[in-house]
């Protein structure tokens, strides 16, 4: 599986350089305009995560693959990708143009309430797209400008006033469509089976031999919202038409055929990550599910 994208592979990928004070910059912001980025040959982007937080605008016919949909986009977009889920842009037309901005959640940590991930644009299931008119995309390269003039100044003061603009984009598309709107819960069924949606997809993806997942079942799931197992099965399955268990089981089966396909770990390496106790509970979960043992998937 691979690895997310740091800031040095970014620099790499894209410019054949990494900057000399990238490892002593925590906090390390970047702007750029698109167009500065295709004049030379460059490696093409990959679908995978990023270590680092990105907000792009782009111009022309555009499809954004980001977690598990591909939006396809003519015209403008603003768009805000996270560490946590994967992407990549494809950009189809000829004349490339736009802005983004690349920076370490550092960059906020000291200078925000709360966290940045707790904005609507990052959350599970959040929109982080926004489709911007003529006048709207004036206002938003305005503010990339004004980051590309205080980046390269020797203000002394200059990543405040850089927080301040990327503060206000971020306003400014939660204003063309308020937070309100992309997280409608009809009822209490709907709001719990957001927040298990959130606390399963926490989960994923494993990353390491070492990493575990914590909660399998839908008594852990219960347990952890606060909420009896029978109310949770329930308000699953109103709202889903699937029951709990069976989103569990589909997201395992899924890392577990990732894991399988991209990794080199043994099948105990992987039995261990996801929860079972013996390698041979995984073989029997995983030929139940996808008609293959572990060791056929891996080899088919």
């Known amino acids: 599986m691979p690895k997310p994208e740091s800031l040095e592979d970014f620099y790499r990928n894209k410019f054949n350089l990494v900057p000399a004070n990238l490892q002593k910059d925590t906090g390390h912001f970047n702007v750029f305009r698109v167009e500065d980025c295709f004049h030379k040959k460059v490696s093409p982007p990959v679908y995978a995560r990023r270590d680092f937080y990105k907000f792009s605008l782009h111009r022309g016919e555009t499809i954004y693959h980001y977690a598990d949909k591909s939006i396809r986009v003519s015209g403008t977009a603003l768009m805000f990708f996270n560490p946590r ?89 939660l204003k063309i469509e308020p937070s309100e709107t992309l997280h409608q819960h009809n009822d209490a069924n709907t709001r719990i089976t957001a927040v298990f949606n959130e606390l399963l997809d926490r989960q994923f993806p494993i990353e390491s031999p070492g990493q575990r997942l914590a909660m399998r079942s839908a008594k852990d799931f219960a347990d952890q919202l606060s909420v009896h197992v029978n109310h949770l099965n329930r308000a699953i399955k109103e709202t889903t038409g699937k029951t709990t268990t069976g989103h569990i089981t589909e997201r395992i089966v899924s890392e577990a055929k990732a894991l399988l396909k991209h990794t080199n770990w043994n099948i105990s390496e992987i039995s261990y990550c996801l929860g079972f106790e013996e390698p041979s509970h995984f073989n029997n979960f995983f030929r139940k599910q996808a008609d293959l043992t572990p060791t056929a998937f891996r080899l088919y």
């Open 85 to 173: 889920v994967p992407y990549t842009v494809e950009i189809l037309s000829e004349q490339k143009s736009g802005y983004f901005c690349i920076f370490k959640e550092a960059f906020f940590t000291e200078n925000i309430r709360g966290s940045i991930r707790d904005l609507p644009m990052f959350a599970p299931g959040g929109k982080p797209s926004y489709i911007l008119n003529e006048q709207q995309d004036q206002h938003v390269s305005q503010i990339f400008e004004k980051m590309l003039e205080e980046i390269d100044s020797d203000y002394r003061f200059k990543n405040d006033l850089i927080r301040n603009y990327v503060t206000e984009m971020v306003h400014y598309a």
